[in-house]
């Protein structure tokens, strides 16, 4: 994990069961119980788990933003892990309005 992803001793964790968060999770009453409005989302796959999480991050009205994930996918190795990752953040940002960070911005 990385460090500036770490989280702190005032984080909940909350553990995910399927590609989105929210899914079967207590993580929307838990945001709403805390007064959440902004989330920093962040995900290994940004065009399955990132893409599920966002969408029904959208769907609760939270305001959010993501950190492009590391580059790495269980896709077929022919296939240009870039393009998906890119592709899957066209989608975030055209449909949803996300603002993608760099992950070491998220602490500031």
Known sequence: MLD??????KNV???????????QTDLGAVLRSNDVGRLALVGQH??????????DSFVVGTSWSSAPPPR?????????VA?????ALDYLRTYYG???HASHALGR
């Not at 399955?48 to 969408?55: I, N, Q, R, S, T």
């Not at 790495?72 to 240009?80: G, L, M």
């Open 46 to 55: 940004t065009d399955c788990g990132l893409h599920h999480a966002v969408y």
């Open 72 to 80: 790495h996918s269980n896709r077929d190795p022919e296939e240009a």
């Open 4 to 9: 500036e992803l770490r989280p702190g001793r």
């Open 83 to 87: 393009l998906w990752q890119g592709r």
């Open 13 to 23: 964790i909350v553990e995910k069961r399927f590609y989105s968060a929210f899914t």
């Open 98 to 100: 996300a603002r993608l």
